[in-house]
């Protein structure tokens, strides 16, 4: 089976953009989730979802939002880019809520 | 606060010892994750705990719930394990929280 793959591997915008990153999980799998890892802050939760529906949040602002789509592929969206927003963003992906995940390469993002 | 805590937050060890990283959390899950990374980002997960213990290959991963701690050991360590190893849980409230890994390096 394939693995996760993510859209695009690298990317670079300016403050105030906004971006569109996408995941699509390995197949058959229902759940995806969304992560951001900078060096400041480590790995934090962004969103969870599954079966279409955005099950859980993480502490982000609303600026952050995602949604999924019938064939459980997933894309992220961020409005009005801050330069704390770069970071690698990551997705993974796993058979039920909260199951092992599988991780993408991620998407590295550069807000300048 | 954070609500996941791991130790060592870096360790270096000689090829063939016996490694082990720590990690305790505040709130009550309903799992625990073990995940590596290596230097350019790529995350694999090893386990994922409720209870007990689980053993793949070199590595083995321990949760003890009622001290709300888990650890993770890697026995005969090479080089190849070198890596951070990040311990993850999920709350009651389906929230996912990571402690801030362990960077591991073995010399041979």
């Known amino acids: 089976k394939a693995g996760v793959t993510q859209t695009p591997r690298y990317l670079i915008k300016t403050r105030g953009q906004q971006v569109t990153l996408s995941c699509s999980p390995i197949?058959?799998?229902?759940?995806v989730s969304w992560y951001q890892q900078t060096p400041g802050q480590g790995l934090q939760f962004l969103f969870e979802y599954f079966s279409e529906t955005q099950r859980n949040k993480g502490n982000f602002p609303g600026r952050f939002s995602g949604r999924q789509f019938s064939n459980s592929r997933s894309e992220m969206n961020v409005s009005t880019l801050e330069l704390g927003d770069s970071a690698l963003y990551l997705c993974a992906s796993s058979l039920e809520p909260w199951g092992t995940q599988y991780f993408g390469p991620g998407t590295r993002l550069l807000v300048l | 606060k954070n609500e996941v805590e791991q130790s060592p937050q870096n360790l270096t060890a000689q090829e063939g010892e016996f490694i082990t990283i720590n990690c305790s959390y505040s709130?009550?899950?309903?799992?625990l994750h073990w995940l590596q990374q290596h230097p350019g980002g790529g995350i694999v997960s090893l386990f994922m705990l409720s209870s007990g213990k689980k053993k793949h290959g070199r590595l083995i991963a321990t949760i003890n719930i009622q001290e709300k701690h888990s650890s993770l050991h890697i026995t005969a360590s090479h080089p190849r394990d070198s890596a951070v190893y990040i311990c993850a849980v999920v709350n009651t409230g389906n929230q996912f929280y990571f402690g801030t890994g362990t960077s591991l390096t073995v010399i041979p």
């Open positions: 709130v009550g899950i309903s799992a």
């Open positions: 197949s058959g799998h229902r759940s």
